[in-house]
């Protein structure tokens, strides 16, 4: 099937620890994405990547680091400086060429304990 | 710079009755504009999408929403509700060119009533 597989689905972690949350996509998109969702504030941009081998900063991507090392797949690490990092990540992906609709994996829950 | 508003963060309606969850946008240029449904603990779904064609954007699962430039607005409807319909929706809006930087508004929860 094609689409995008996010693990883990949830994933408990200790204050300091550095965790990383897997993204990979069979649908041969050029474009992906980390978004974080907390309660009642919608969708917000922690990376983005257009081709292999860049990235840029979203909104709030500090405490958070990606690579892109293959168009298939985009490792999002959350590190220990990220202040308050238990949230729903959510992984997205959207095709080439004049408009184009995200598509969602289906999310990893991380909580600090 | 764009931004959207979505009224209302709940939404309850009776089995069988009107849905219309409200969306406002804000954009220095032609918009594009989503609908995506969430359901608890899953990533999103797109509904629905405008992209300058029909203003009256017919998506899945029965739902519309009209584009009213006028208004400034996005309102999805659908006409009879189910009780699978008890979800978050998000809307959301974009422009094309370049990067496409999606902003996405706080979601709605729809609460269904039997």
């Known amino acids: 099937d094609g689409g995008i597989t996010q693990s883990p689905k949830y994933l408990f972690r200790k204050e300091g620890q550095n965790v990383t949350l897997s993204c990979e996509q069979n649908?041969?998109?050029?474009?992906m994405y980390w978004y974080r969702q907390d309660p009642g504030q919608g969708l917000r941009l922690i990376y983005y990547?257009?081709?292999?081998?860049?990235?840029q900063k979203g909104d709030i991507a500090e405490g958070y680091s990606v690579s892109r090392e293959k168009k298939e797949s985009f490792p999002l690490t959350v590190t220990s400086a990220q202040k308050n990092p238990t949230a729903f990540y959510l992984c997205?992906?959207?095709?080439?060429?004049?408009?184009?609709?995200?598509?969602f994996g289906e999310g990893s829950r991380l909580t600090v304990l | 710079a764009q931004s959207v508003t979505q009224l209302g963060s709940h939404v309850s309606v009776s089995e069988g009755a009107l849905v219309l969850l409200r969306c406002n946008y804000s954009s220095s240029v032609p918009p594009y504009l989503f609908w995506y449904v969430q359901y608890p603990n899953q990533g999103l779904q797109l509904l629905l999408k405008?992209?300058?064609?029909?203003?009256l954007v017919k998506g899945i699962n029965g739902f519309e929403a009209e584009f009213k430039k006028s208004e400034t607005s996005f309102h999805l409807t659908k006409p009879s509700a189910h009780m699978s319909d008890a979800a978050e929706y998000f809307c959301?809006?974009?422009?094309?060119?370049?990067?496409?930087?999606?902003?996405f508004g706080t979601g709605t929860k729809l609460q269904v009533i039997p």
């Open positions: 649908l041969n998109h050029d474009a």
């Open positions: 997205a992906t959207s095709g080439a060429g004049g408009f184009r609709e995200l598509f």
């Open positions: 405008y992209t300058s064609a029909a203003t």
């Open positions: 990547s257009q081709i292999v081998n860049d990235f």
């Open positions: 959301a809006v974009s422009y094309s060119g370049g990067y496409q930087k999606v902003t």
